[in-house]
């Protein structure tokens, strides 16, 4: 059985990337080949620590205060009118989004569980930071652009693990977009020193980085930490790798649902945990149907004996 330690309860697309970019403009010389091999990323950070980024215990009840009082800024501005910059366009256009629609969308958006932790985590790191910095209307914009890019990026995911019609390359190509829209804020109201001083990297350096993890990303879930993608596409016929991507992508769904029912109350995380680890199961079970030996060791030699 799937170690219970690396099930995965939460979206293993656009979340993780969230965490791994974040990471990666702290140590930009750490990019390799082996960042696209998912063994190796899960088993540094399962993904469960990786989508709770909680604030240390003695600052919780300030960052909690502190959050509030940039929430009433952002709820304000909300309340009024949410600008929406013509360099999401493109991605409301894949996500068959108008601009009214994802207005109201974002008027209507609540954070639930973890993915609540995550925003105000990463809201009280800039707080803690860069507070006295910036000043309130600042940071509430910040807050705002955060709200909108958590939401544009669920959904983003949810799209294309939902819908046939949008292929790995235009989902690669938009997350890459939605990520340096989300840094243009930064770029923007930071100086050159507190933005190299936040982010570990000056900002010239900023859609790099964020194109190269991206393109790394892998298109389906593997567990080797001995080969790379590209082998697993030279050896194994391109049409079985079409179903494993398919097989990988209705894994991916059950975990972001898995995920969503957790944040909402509706199942517990040990009743996330159970249903996670039948989903991976069906993944190996199904991908072992139509590979043969020596392609079933190549891209699951990691976990092939527990299956």
Not at 32 to 44: G, H, P
Not at 87 to 106: A, P, Q, R
Not at 124 to 152: C, S, W
Not at 262 to 274: C, D, L, S, Y
Request: with cysteine; net charge negative.
């Amino acid at each position: 059985m799937f170690n219970k330690k690396n099930v995965v309860i939460i979206s293993s697309c656009i979340l993780a990337l969230i965490f791994i970019i974040s990471a990666l403009f702290f140590n930009k010389g750490k990019i390799n080949k082996k960042t696209s091999n998912s063994t190796a990323t899960l088993q540094k950070h399962p993904i469960s620590q990786i989508n709770k980024i909680p604030p240390t215990k003695e600052k919780e009840v300030l960052f909690d205060f502190m959050y509030n009082e940039n929430q009433e800024y952002t709820k304000q501005k909300i309340d009024q009118e949410i600008e929406i910059d013509k360099d999401l366009y493109s991605v409301l256009n894949l996500l068959d989004f108008s601009v009214d629609d994802i207005k109201e969308k974002i008027r209507n958006y609540q954070f639930n569980g973890d993915d609540y932790n995550i925003h105000v985590a990463w809201i009280n790191k800039i707080k803690n930071q860069l507070g006295d910095k910036l000043d309130k209307k600042i940071l509430a914009e910040i807050t705002e652009n955060h709200i909108v890019f958590f939401y544009l990026s669920n959904e983003l995911d949810r799209n294309y693990l939902e819908r046939s019609d949008i292929s790995f390359e235009e989902y690669k190509e938009t997350t890459t977009l939605l990520f340096i829209w989300n840094q243009k804020i930064f770029q923007e109201k930071m100086s050159d020193e507190d933005y190299e001083y936040f982010f570990g990297n000056p900002k010239n350096e900023a859609e790099d980085i964020i194109r190269n993890v991206v393109n790394l990303t892998p298109e389906f879930q593997y567990y080797n930490s001995d080969v790379t993608i590209e082998e697993i596409y030279e050896k194994v016929p391109r049409w079985k790798l079409d179903q494993i991507v398919d097989f990988s992508k209705i894994w991916d769904l059950d975990l972001m649902n898995l995920n969503d029912e957790v944040n909402t109350g509706k199942i517990t995380p040990e009743e996330a945990v159970n249903f996670a680890e039948s989903s991976s199961k069906a993944y190996f079970e199904s991908a072992r149907e139509i590979l043969d030996e020596d392609e079933f060791h190549l891209m699951f030699a990691s976990v092939e004996k527990q299956f």
